[in-house]
């Protein structure tokens, strides 16, 4: 059966950056794209805003949603959650830092059968351009406790960029209001026996525009991640 993809881009003061990743998605997987919310932060810049509406205005599959409780990636995540019909996710970022070019292969590895799409930095064919020593020595120790503490092989576990199967959405309990939410829409599918793929990919920082998030706070990852290893994570009926 052929993915209907329903695409999520979380924007805040996106604005060039953010009609790269639209046309690149279009003119890569059109054919498949069901529907595509933009959340963005109501602190957004006018441009951002002037630029959401034009792109909606050349295509009737974006939905334009102000976010609510702001800011925060996971309190954006779960507002579109509710509104999700396809039968698979991407969530890509507006910033143009994820490539493009691994798309068409994620959507093809949900078309062969696979409920989570990982596009993996840490693997050979993959990798990153622009990180800060920081932020490098921060990920690669995240990614070994995490697999450790998961027992998994996978290797990039707390990238936001990914494709699932819709069914998740509603199978689990989504507890992050931070980017923490980036790792657990990887690691419960993952502790649920979701069948994964990754597939490798190159990361490049950002040319315009600022990031939103803070090194320091990143730390809480850890005790996250522990909590999702060892709590209930379904949904309660
Ligand atoms: N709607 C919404 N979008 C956000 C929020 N925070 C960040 N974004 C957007 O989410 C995406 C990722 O945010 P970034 O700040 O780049 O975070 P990141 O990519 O994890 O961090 P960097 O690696 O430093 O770029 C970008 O498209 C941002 O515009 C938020 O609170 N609400
Ligand atoms: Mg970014």
């Not at 925060?72 to 039968?87: E, N």
């Not at 494709?163 to 199978?171: H, K, P, Q, W």
Request: with cysteine; charged share 20%; glycine share 6%.
């Amino acid at each position: 059966m052929q993915p209907k993809v329903s695409i999520m881009i979380p924007i805040w003061s996106e604005v060039d950056s953010l009609k790269v990743v639209v046309d690149g998605l279009y003119e890569r997987i059109g054919d498949y794209i069901h529907e595509i919310f933009f959340i963005v932060a109501p602190q957004s810049s006018a441009a951002c805003f002037n630029m959401c509406q034009r792109l909606a205005s050349e295509h009737p599959e974006i939905q334009v949603m102000i976010q609510k409780v702001c800011p925060g990636l996971g309190h954006a995540y779960k507002q579109v959650f509710p509104h999700v019909t396809g039968t698979h996710m991407l969530v890509i970022d507006a910033d143009d830092e994820m490539d493009l070019d691994t798309v068409p292969k994620m959507v093809a590895a949900a078309e062969q059968g696979y409920d989570l799409v990982l596009p993996t930095r840490w693997m050979p064919g993959g990798g990153v351009k622009g990180y800060d020593t920081m932020t490098y020595i921060l990920n690669r120790g995240f990614q070994t406790i995490f697999r450790l503490v998961f027992l998994t092989p996978a290797r990039d576990l707390t990238y936001g960029f990914k494709l699932f199967n819709t069914r998740l959405i509603n199978e689990v309990d989504w507890w992050g209001e931070w980017h923490e939410i980036a790792m657990e829409t990887t690691l419960k599918p993952l502790k649920l026996g979701y069948k994964y793929i990754e597939i490798p990919t190159w990361w490049k920082a950002r040319t315009q525009g600022v990031s939103k998030i803070n090194t320091l706070k990143r730390m809480r990852y850890v005790k996250f991640a522990l909590r999702i290893r060892f709590a209930n994570i379904k949904k309660r009926i």
